[in-house]
């Protein structure tokens, strides 16, 4: 089994910043693709951003790009998620995956593992 767990949630102004951090434990590989999802009430899970195993290939959602960063140390077993520019709209319970694979994948059920949620809410 993996265990992931988010952590760095909080409630920040817009314009603010956040760093999530998502680290991984049990069977898991430091070479597998690694996401970002975010659902806020009343909606959907959606993609937000995902890294490959090799940390060389990231992809991003469009209302995000230029704000928000994806990246790992592979030594820590640990992804983070770099926000910046928060909008009100960013406002959701941010979801880390694992794929059993090193490639990317914006599609949730390509995921096999999950962690608990981080909420995060961008006041006005």
């Known amino acids: 089994q993996v265990q992931l767990v988010e952590s760095g949630g909080g409630l920040v102004q817009a314009g603010g910043s956040l760093r999530l951090s998502c680290a991984a434990s049990?069977?898991?590989?430091?070479?597998?693709?690694m996401g970002w999802f975010r659902q806020a009430p009343g909606k959907e899970r959606e993609f937000v951003a995902t890294?490959?195993?090799?940390?060389?290939?990231?992809s991003y959602t469009d209302s995000v790009k230029g704000r928000f960063t994806i990246s790992r140390d592979a030594a820590k077993n640990t992804v983070y998620l770099q926000m910046n520019s928060l909008k009100p709209e960013d406002t959701a319970v941010y979801y880390c995956?694992?794929?059993?694979?090193?490639?990317?994948?914006?599609?949730?059920?390509?995921?096999?593992?999950w962690g608990q949620g981080t909420q995060v809410t961008v006041s006005s």
């Open positions: 995956a694992a794929r059993a694979y090193s490639l990317s994948s914006p599609a949730t059920s390509e995921y096999s593992y």
């Open positions: 049990g069977r898991t590989s430091s070479s597998a693709a």
């Open positions: 890294i490959t195993g090799s940390g060389f290939g990231t």
